[in-house]
């Protein structure tokens, strides 16, 4: 097919006249670094938020902003025990896990900002147990080295869920921290598997300096965002719900047109509908035909 141009897509009510009911739970849901990835979901009506933040400042922030479907909770997620928060200098390095200055002192502010300024305890819940994140669509997670400990105590989540976005390190910026093949190992135990990275983030190893900016990237892959799905070489497996919410997501929020064309032909074989003879035929600007060729 003709690749479609990345300002002009269409919405996946457009392209297929459907308008699925979409949960979003949001795990760390800090706006620091801007727009959820999510967003788009939210634009186009197809969705809700339950979201959780222990920080009470950003959670006050949430609230503000928040739609009116939208709930945020101000829990900190993990394994149902308490544990010691280790507060940082920087805001997106607070975690339940301890800095690991082997590793930081590799690359330029990581030192600072992974000083520890103080603790306190927390209690942590365990999804599983939250009620409110029952029939979760997609899952994105970020909580800075304790994401397989929340999936680790959410198996029936992950049961519901189609879509994950979860950061993952490929060195431990923590210590003891879980990395990406730990964190991969599980999921696929669970029916996942890795459709992309979004985004990846690299940085410099010190002493060299890239444009005299030490947030430059260079050769080192730090940490990413990694986006798992349902295996979909098993779609059996999948009810209609979740192949058409899951069709969805991927579309609006990481454009990967190719995986929501193999959804909806799976539901036009159970349904004899023409959901995705529409999609592509209005995707590509061509005019439907019997087949699926692009």
């Known amino acids: 097919m003709t690749?479609?141009?990345?300002?002009?897509?269409?919405?996946f009510k457009e392209l297929t006249g459907s308008e699925p009911k979409i949960k979003i739970v949001d795990i760390g849901a800090n706006?620091?670094?801007g727009e959820a990835p999510y967003s788009p979901l939210l634009r186009a009506g197809l969705a809700h938020v339950v979201g959780f933040e222990p920080n009470t400042e950003a959670l006050a922030k949430l609230q503000t902003q928040k739609g009116p479907g939208d709930t945020y909770l101000p829990y900190a997620v993990g394994d149902g025990a308490r544990h010691t928060l280790n507060i940082c200098a920087a805001p997106g390095m607070t975690s339940l896990l301890t800095p690991n200055p082997t590793v930081l002192n590799l690359f330029h502010g990581f030192p600072h900002w992974g000083?520890?300024?103080?603790t306190r305890e927390v209690e942590t819940v365990r999804l599983d147990d939250v009620a409110e994140t029952a029939g979760v669509d997609l899952l994105k997670i970020d909580i800075q080295g304790g994401e397989l400990s929340v999936f680790q105590n959410a198996e029936n989540r992950l049961a519901d869920a189609v879509v994950i976005q979860s950061e993952v390190e490929f060195l431990p910026l923590y210590q003891g921290q879980p990395l990406f093949s730990d964190v991969d190992q599980f999921l696929r135990q669970h029916g996942f598997v890795l459709h992309r990275f979004f985004p990846e983030v690299s940085r410099v190893i010190q002493p060299l300096v890239v444009d005299n900016n030490i947030y430059a990237g260079l050769s080192q892959i730090v940490w990413a965002d990694?986006?798992?799905v349902k295996d979909f070489t098993r779609l059996g497996v999948l009810s209609d719900r979740q192949l058409i919410n899951m069709a969805a997501i991927v579309h609006e929020c990481y454009r990967s047109f190719d995986l929501a064309l193999h959804l909806l032909i799976e539901l036009d074989r159970r349904a004899q509908s023409q959901l995705a003879t529409n999609y592509l035929a209005r995707l590509?600007?061509?005019?439907p035909t019997n087949g699926l060729a692009a």
């Open 284 to 287: 590509t600007g061509k005019a």
């Open 3 to 11: 690749e479609a141009k990345s300002a002009a897509v269409p919405t």
């Open 226 to 228: 990694a986006i798992f």
């Open 31 to 33: 706006p620091i670094d």
């Open 115 to 118: 000083k520890i300024t103080s």
